[in-house]
Structures are given as structure tokens and as C-alpha cells.
């Protein structure tokens, strides 16, 4: 059952920016942590960034420090990763998905159940 819907990928050149959305349903917005995964053909599900609407804590994968911001509109039920200087290794299928609670230190994608059909991202050199 999706339960999420991702919006804004595309393709663009390394070092251009992008905005993906991820409208969440009111169910699955008050008191949940909403985190970005990517995933790569053959490669498992990784954890990007993570926001709680529980406690307000946060993560970031190393690599997208300082250039990945995610934020939330609570109006809208809407999560945004904001990715900037983008890297042909940021090439991926970026899903959102929800976990009740705060982000942890090391999201795992086992841990969430709630899921997105997700939206492809493609970053040339």
C-alpha cells in the first residue's frame, strides 16, 4: 500500500540543485520521523536525511552534509529534501518513509514500513 508520494526528480548535471517532495497522509505526520532513502540498482536502501516531528531530531548521511537540507511544511503534510551541488554518485531512487518517534542515529530501512514508490534522481558529469 503506497503511502507516500514523491515529487521533483529528474535529471540534471553535476553541481545543479533539486528539490524532492514527499506529501506524507495526516495518519503518518504527527509524532513520526520522515526520512529520505536512496537506492541504487543491486545496492541495499540507504538512510539520507530524517526529520521528527516528534522531537524535532534530525539526520544526515555523511556525504550529503552541507550540501542536503530537509525540512518540513506542516500545513502541507509535506517533507522537502533540498539537494544542492549535486554528484553523479548521488544518482539514485530517492524514497520517503515513515517511522514513529525521532530519527536515529543510523536509520535502517528494515525499521520503517511505511513507504513511497519514489522518484529518480540522474546527476551527469
Known amino acids: 500500500e503506497v503511502q507516500f508520494v514523491e515529487s521533483g526528480g529528474g535529471a540534471v548535471q553535476a553541481g545543479e540543485s533539486l528539490t524532492l517532495s514527499c506529501a506524507a497522509p495526516?495518519?503518518?505526520?504527527?509524532?513520526?520521523?520522515i526520512s529520505w532513502f536512496r537506492q541504487i540498482p543491486g545496492k541495499e536502501r540507504e538512510a539520507v536525511a530524517c526529520?521528527?516531528?516528534?522531537?524535532?531530531?534530525?539526520y544526515f548521511k555523511d556525504s550529503v552534509k552541507g550540501r542536503f537540507t530537509i525540512y518540513s511544511a506542516d500545513a502541507e503534510h509535506t517533507v522537502y529534501l533540498q539537494m544542492s551541488s549535486l554528484k553523479p554518485e548521488d544518482t539514485a531512487r530517492y524514497y520517503c518513509?515513515?517511522?514513529?518517534?525521532?530519527?536515529?542515529?543510523?536509520?535502517?530501512?528494515?525499521?520503517?514500513?511505511?513507504w513511497g514508490r519514489g522518484t529518480k534522481v540522474t546527476v551527469s558529469s
Open positions: 518513509a515513515a517511522l514513529r518517534g525521532y530519527c536515529s542515529p543510523y536509520p535502517m530501512a528494515y525499521e520503517y514500513a511505511h
Open positions: 526529520t521528527s516531528n516528534y522531537d524535532g531530531s534530525t
Open positions: 495526516r495518519s503518518l505526520w504527527d509524532g513520526y520521523a
